[in-house]
């Protein structure tokens, strides 16, 4: 079992910065592979970025290359998504999630343990 708490989510301008978290309370976290997905009001929840146990390859959607980078500590039992160039599109809660594989998905069937979420707005 995998308990997952987002944080780091808030309001923020157009171009702005954010750094969310998602803590993990589990002893075997470092052999879980992490994401982060998002859903916007009146769509579906997409795929953002992976990351595999050791932290050693990522993916990210399209939409995010280039703008956003996902990490982890696995000594601290914490992911990060760093979050620059922020777009109004970008708004949407953003999940993070637990997968028993190893390697960075895509998709959220691999995924059996999310978090609440965290709220994530820009303004433009």
């Known amino acids: 079992q995998v308990q997952l708490v987002e944080s780091g989510g808030e309001l923020v301008q157009a171009g702005g910065s954010l750094r969310l978290s998602c803590a993990a309370s589990s002893r075997t976290y470092s052999r879980y592979a992490m994401g982060w997905f998002r859903q916007a009001p009146g769509k579906e929840r997409e795929f953002v970025a992976a990351?595999?146990?050791?932290?050693?390859?990522?993916n990210y959607a399209d939409s995010v290359k280039g703008r956003f980078t996902i990490s982890r500590d696995n000594a601290k039992n914490t992911m990060y998504l760093q979050m620059n160039s922020l777009k109004p599109e970008d708004t949407a809660v953003y999940y993070c999630?637990?997968?028993?594989?190893?390697?960075?998905?895509?998709?959220?069937?691999?995924?059996?343990?999310w978090g609440q979420g965290t709220q994530v707005t820009v303004s433009s």
């Open positions: 999630a637990a997968s028993t594989f190893s390697t960075a998905q895509r998709g959220q069937l691999f995924y059996g343990y």
């Open positions: 990351i595999s146990w050791s932290g050693g390859a990522t």
